[in-house]
């Protein structure tokens, strides 16, 4: 049972153009969150989700942001236009249900906008 | 709104010896508390999930403790080895289904 899997990564990008981060949870997951590291903090909640829906997007900041759970497929997390203040650690993780779950987490997405 | 503390941020021992961790949290009506471990530019790694009605869970060296009472975890490692160095992590789950970290300890076992 292969676990949580993220790619690419490593990604750099110049400033205005758009990232695109997927994640494929462990086998029967599928609760899927997303969280961004930045330098010298914690990590901080994004975005939660269940096939096909957004349940929590409280961490998303408003612009440029998006997150999607397909039906079939990785969920990907969609940065338009980054900028230099967008290069962080992302992390997926993934649960088999929602409260009470342990959650596992991927290696982790480094972006670096340029 | 719950928040996570870890004290200390960085901790330094000689191998062997065992140590705490300690992890506080604002929010009694926690759900859930999971320990993790962090490498450098490496992913996290769970370690020990503590539902809210346990008060320990151990796994080989490591034990973890919850009081919600007092709003503390504490992870405990014993005989210390030089691969524990790394950072570790807590994270609280509330009212919600999101995870609330803290900063993390980083820990160095000296050979």
């Known amino acids: 049972n292969a676990g949580v899997m993220q790619n690419p990564r490593h990604l750099v990008r110049r400033r205005g153009q758009e990232a695109r981060l997927r994640c494929s949870p462990m086998k029967g997951h599928s609760h899927v969150y997303w969280y961004r590291q930045l330098p010298e903090e914690g990590l901080k909640f994004m975005v939660y989700l269940q096939k096909e829906n957004i349940i929590d997007e409280s961490g998303m900041p408003k612009e440029r942001f998006s997150a999607e759970f397909p039906k079939e497929g990785p969920s990907i997390l969609r940065i338009q236009q980054v900028v230099r203040g967008d290069s962080a650690a992302y992390f997926c993780a993934s649960s088999p249900k929602g409260l009470g779950a342990e959650a596992f987490f991927g290696q982790g997405t480094r972006l670096t906008v340029v | 709104k719950q928040e996570v503390t870890q004290i200390p941020a960085a901790l330094s021992v000689p191998e062997g010896e065992n140590l705490v961790l300690n992890c506080s949290f604002t929010?009694?009506?926690?759900?859930?508390l999971q320990w993790f471990r962090q490498d450098p530019g490496k992913g996290l790694t769970s370690l020990l999930l503590i539902q809210s009605s346990q008060r320990e869970q151990t796994s080989g060296r490591l034990n973890a403790s919850l009081d919600k009472s007092s709003g503390r975890s504490t992870l405990y490692i014993a005989a210390s080895q030089p691969g524990d160095s790394a950072t570790y992590l807590c994270a609280g789950q509330g009212g919600s289904e999101k995870l609330v970290f803290g900063k993390g300890t980083k820990l160095t076992v000296n050979p």
């Open positions: 929010d009694s009506a926690i759900y859930n």
